[in-house]
């Protein structure tokens, strides 16, 4: 017997649930890429991502899932031998680090570790110390999906600003655009990147970049462009073919007016605030569940530095690794893997993983998957303390108030 069969909750950081409503737009035939409804589709695809962006500048989309994102950033920005200041704050930050360097791109990583945010008096004395202005761009995740750190944004933008230093501050947003609050704008964002299978409810395969005119400016000299991923043609487009270097992507395009839809139907405060309570519901279960010195934890002690869209968490002696298995087998909810805690393939590693609460998700999603868990905690014989559901019950109830 197993009691998982029924509707299926993947609950982990990307793809994200998609709204029945953006799999039913995507139901069709495709139309002619050419001309007619596909130019509307597309001009309105871009400003409406630029109301979620909260930028008034450039927004240019990509075929492609976040890594390619990574690249798009690096090359309009930089030629080989510039230099980017990575703040990382988890494994994603580390990747883009990395593609960066592989690019043939000098990088300086200021690496806070897994449970600290990117520190703005750290980035402050770096700039002071790059006298001859060398760094091109400063790299940052809002929300590290490895780690679920939220850093805090215009504190790094004052930062920049305090040294007097010309560096662009560039943010990957692909696992916080549409759930936690971002003003590109407001905080002084040059460049954002985000995707489409997180926040914004579509299938993976879509990246979206913003640039400032500011960015634009310096991307001008990039001596590592190549033809694809060029920003100009996209940012700039004078024809529907050149939104996407070639063949539009039509039914991603079908899902993602209809998730802009639903974004703004509900609003962008009323969505940042529905993430927020399902967070704390979240983080309610878990203080029930470590309670009494049991070994399990969040990975972000504080509150006030948590992501509203994923969590990342520790349940010791593997333990995490036999929930996440249980969940799968008995309850048809699988979580994420714990991603850069420990090394990959060792004993460590099955320690942690990662619940997801970002998207099209809701009230009894969250519930569903916390009583799921504890459910698994009591059947595996999990030490833990008791009233997880309940405490989160309360946070629900508190905040429908
Ligand atoms: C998911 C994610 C990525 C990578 O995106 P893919 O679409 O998997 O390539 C990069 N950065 C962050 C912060 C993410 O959450």
Redesign the pocket.
């Known amino acids: 017997m197993s009691l998982a069969n029924g509707r299926t909750y993947l609950a982990i950081?990307?793809p994200s649930a998609m709204p029945d409503r953006v799999l039913r737009a995507m139901h069709r035939a495709a139309p002619n890429i050419y001309e007619g409804e596909i130019e509307v589709l597309a001009a309105g695809l871009v400003r409406d991502l630029k109301k979620v962006a909260l930028t008034k500048y450039h927004c240019g989309i990509y075929i492609?899932?976040?890594?390619?994102?990574?690249e798009a950033v690096n090359t309009n920005l930089f030629s080989r031998g510039d230099t980017a200041l990575v703040m990382a704050t988890?494994r994603?930050?580390h990747?883009?680090a990395d593609y960066a360097r592989q690019m043939g791109i000098t990088v300086e990583v200021l690496d806070f570790g897994l449970k600290a945010p990117a520190d703005a008096a750290q980035l402050e004395a770096a700039l002071r110390a790059d006298t001859d202005h060398k760094i091109k761009a400063v790299f940052v995740?809002?929300?590290?999906?490895?780690t679920s750190i939220r850093n805090d944004i215009p504190s790094l933008r004052a930062a920049i600003d305090a040294a007097g230093h010309p560096a662009l501050l560039a943010v990957?947003?692909?696992?916080?655009l549409a759930c936690d609050e971002f003003r590109m704008d407001d905080w002084g964002v040059d460049i954002m990147?985000s995707?489409?299978?997180?926040g914004l409810m579509v299938p993976?395969g879509l990246?979206f970049l913003f640039a400032s005119d500011k960015a634009v400016e310096a991307g001008k000299t990039a001596g590592l462009r190549t033809p694809y991923w060029d920003w100009t043609p996209r940012l700039f487009p004078k024809f529907v073919y050149e939104y996407f270097g070639g063949t539009s992507p039509t039914h991603h395009m079908f899902g993602l007016r209809e998730s802009l839809d639903m974004i703004a139907e509900e609003g962008l405060e009323n969505i940042w605030a529905r993430h927020a309570a399902l967070s704390e519901a979240l983080w309610a279960a878990f203080d029930a569940w470590s309670a009494g010195g049991h070994d399990i934890a969040l990975n972000v002690a504080d509150p006030a530095l948590r992501s509203h869209s994923?969590t990342a968490a520790r349940f010791g002696g593997g333990n995490a690794q036999r929930l996440r298995k249980w969940l799968e087998s008995e309850a048809g909810v699988t979580l994420g893997i714990g991603l850069g805690m420990a090394e990959p393939g060792t004993p460590e590693i099955d320690s942690f993983l990662r619940v997801a609460h970002m998207g099209h998700v809701n009230t009894h999603m969250v519930l569903g998957v916390i009583a799921s868990m504890e459910a698994g905690l009591q059947a595996l014989d999990i030490p833990h303390g008791a009233g997880g559901v309940a405490a989160a019950a309360s946070v629900i109830a508190r905040h429908s108030k």
């Open positions: 950081p990307g492609s899932n976040g890594h390619g994102l990574w988890g994603f930050g990747g883009w995740t809002h929300m590290d999906t490895a990957d947003c692909i696992a916080s990147i995707a489409s299978q997180k993976p990246g994923v």
